[in-house]
């Protein structure tokens, strides 16, 4: 089974950055589609960005298109998800996913292996 670890969380202020981490357990396949999701307490697991086909593919939820930029390095057999520009909106628990297949539709049931979540936090 493959495994995802986050890192990279912590707390900055508004208009600060962050870069998350997702380190898998395994090479990286150009078939596997690596997301980044997020969820606050009470709500359903957002998808905030996906990367496809080594890192030639990608999308991203409007709400972060322009401020955030998802990358891997497979050579270290790791997406990063780079925050920019950050607001208190944005403070949720960030989990990266792994499946198999294509880009799209970048919703959380589609996914099958999780990591176990990292929090970023905003502050005024």
């Known amino acids: 089974r493959t495994q995802l670890v986050e890192s990279g969380g912590g707390s900055v202020q508004a208009g600060g950055s962050l870069r998350l981490a997702c380190t898998i357990s395994?090479?990286?396949?150009?078939?596997?589609?690596i997301a980044w999701f997020r969820q606050a307490p009470g709500k359903e697991r957002e998808g905030v960005a996906s990367s496809y086909a080594d890192g030639g593919l990608t999308t991203y939820a409007a709400s972060v298109k322009g401020r955030f930029n998802i990358s891997q390095d497979g050579a270290k057999k790791t997406v990063y998800l780079e925050m920019n520009s950050l607001q208190p909106d944005d403070t949720d628990v960030y989990f990266c996913a792994q499946k198999g297949g294509s880009l799209r539709p970048l919703e959380a049931r589609q996914f099958g292996n999780w990591g176990q979540g990292t929090q970023v936090t905003v502050s005024e």
């Open positions: 395994r090479s990286i396949y150009s078939t596997d589609c």
